[in-house]
């Protein structure tokens, strides 16, 4: 079972920077993509960013594009999301999730914290 670890999580002012990771471990073979999904309050949980795991292929929201980075280091098997410029709106519960291929996210982490202040 491939199991995920987000971090980087907390609390800034707007059009500060934050750097979240999302650690994986178990048989990260199985691994196709990864990808960056945040749920604020009272709202539904939505598609932040995705990377695959080789690297040559990467997706944006275009809430988020041309502030967001998304990478993987895979010597070190963990995928960041760089996020600049951040804005109140970009409040919310991030989690990193996992993709076998199969068109669907099989494996989630539990989430970070990220709150922007106005």
């Known amino acids: 079972q491939v199991q995920l670890v987000e971090s980087g999580g907390g609390l800034v002012q707007a059009g500060d920077s934050l750097r979240l990771s999302c650690a994986a471990s178990g048989p990260t073979f199985r691994i196709y993509r990864v990808g960056w999904f945040r749920q604020a309050p009272g709202k539904e949980r939505e598609f932040a960013a995705s990377?695959?795991?080789?690297?040559?292929?990467?997706y944006y929201a275009d809430s988020v594009k041309g502030r967001f980075t998304i990478s993987r280091d895979n010597a070190k098997n963990t995928v960041y999301l760089q996020m600049n410029s951040l804005k109140p709106e970009d409040t919310a519960v991030y989690y990193c999730?996992?993709?076998?291929?199969?068109?669907?996210?099989?494996?989630w982490g539990q989430g970070t914290q990220v709150t922007v202040s106005a």
């Open positions: 990377i695959t795991w080789s690297g040559d292929n990467t």
């Open positions: 999730a996992a993709s076998a291929g199969t068109g669907h996210y099989n494996y």
